[in-house]
T-cell receptor, first 109, second 114 residues
Framework: DAKTTQPTSMDCAEGRAANLPCNHS???????VYWYRQIHSQGPQYIIH???NNETNEMASLIITEDRKSSTLILPHATLRDTAVYYC??????????FGTGTSLTVIP | EAGVAQSPRYKIIEKRQSVAFWCNPI?????LYWYQQILGQGPKLLIQ????????DSQLPKDRFSAERLKGVDSTLKIQPAKLEDSAVYLC????????????FGPGTRLLVL
């Protein structure tokens, strides 16, 4: 099964870009990479996903390396409301998500 | 568009009691998931439905947990009897399909077993 590795925690200054890395070295060629975040006491919130190309939406950008073994989620201008646990997910068969323990991002004023 | 609804939001029970959680997915979503999230860990999939059929329940402790989605819309997850280690947040999610589809999560039900 494809799994992911993320740093346990990171800090980021408010207004600066937050770059959250993820390793997924066993990813298969047709498996998407998804990013979710979970703010305290809430359900996980979808952020972005991608297959091979870099992706951008109103929330974030996703940079996937050419070999697809790692990716980086970029929050361009972090705010205090971005403090959350961020999960990098590679979908297993049948659309099953493996969450891991994620990265706890703290945005510092 | 309304999101995934769950109830109750909080539940406190004593061990050996039974409890049930309810989930209403996003309208039109064929696939429904139940996850268990223990404090400090990521969510773990318990069971996945497509319409009213079970796709995967390999992680569901079937001696005490059961789930159903009789009409292919709402779903209930039941624990009987509850153990202390069942204290967790139970999350429901839904997606429109079953392959590489974005899952949308409800707010969860926080269960405390005393």
């Amino acid at each position: 099964d494809a799994k992911t590795t993320q740093p346990t925690s990171m800090d980021c200054a408010e207004g600066r870009a937050a770059n959250l890395p993820c390793n997924h070295s066993t990813i298969s060629g047709n498996e998407y990479v998804y990013w979710y975040r979970q703010i305290h006491s809430q359900g996980p919130q979808y952020i972005i996903h991608g297959l091979k190309n870099n992706e951008t939406n109103e929330m974030a950008s996703l940079i996937i390396t050419e070999d697809r073994k790692s990716s980086t989620l970029i929050l361009p201008h972090a705010t205090l409301r971005d403090t959350a646990v961020y999960y990098c997910i590679v979908i297993l068969t049948g659309n099953q998500f493996y969450f891991g323990t994620g990265t706890s991002l703290t945005v510092i004023p | 568009e309304a999101g995934v609804a769950q109830s109750p939001r909080y539940k406190i029970i004593e061990k050996r009691q039974s409890v049930a959680f309810w989930c209403n997915p996003i309208s039109g979503h064929a696939t429904l998931y139940w996850y268990q999230q223990i404090l400090g860990q990521g969510p773990k999939l318990l069971i996945q439905f497509q319409n009213n059929g079970v796709v995967d329940d390999s992680q569901l402790p079937k001696d005490r947990f059961s789930a159903e989605r009789l009409k292919g819309v709402d779903s209930t997850l039941k624990i009987q009897p509850a153990k202390l280690e069942d204290s967790a947040v139970y999350l429901c999610a839904s997606s429109s399909g079953v392959t590489q589809e974005t899952q949308y999560f409800g707010p969860g039900t926080r269960l405390l077993v005393l």
